[in-house]
């Protein structure tokens, strides 16, 4: 993949969702298996999906990144009439 990528494991998941959003530290994680190299993403309950960047970061840059990309997704979601997932958090 990539030279440095993060592992990510769902014990990592578990902990960082108990961590920042404790509402949410009982629901099942499962690993989604995918192709993609930017992100791991894991089900989160029935109803939420999480993505973790594989490579390692500056935590302010990584944030402002989440944000605008966040940000485009509910622009994207209020002009097409096509279902989008939408953002519920930043962590």
Same mark, same amino acid.
């Given at each position: ?7 990510? @494991?769902?014990? /990592? %998941?578990? *902990? ?10 009982? $629901?099942?994680?499962? &690993?989604?298996? @995918?192709?993609? /190299? %930017?992100? *791991? ?10 993505? $973790?960047?594989?490579? &390692? ?35």
């Amino acid at each position: 993949m990539h030279a440095g990528q993060l592992a990510v @494991s769902v014990e /990592t %998941v578990r *902990a960082l969702v108990a961590d920042q959003f404790p509402k949410w530290t009982n $629901f099942i994680v499962e &690993p989604v298996r @995918s192709e993609g /190299t %930017v992100n *791991a993403i894991f089900r989160l309950g029935d109803r939420l999906t999480a993505r $973790f960047p594989l490579q &390692p970061n500056d935590l302010s840059v990584a944030r402002t990144f989440l944000q605008s990309e966040a940000e485009a997704n509910r622009e994207l979601v209020r002009r097409t009439r096509f279902p989008v997932p939408e953002p519920v958090a930043i962590g």
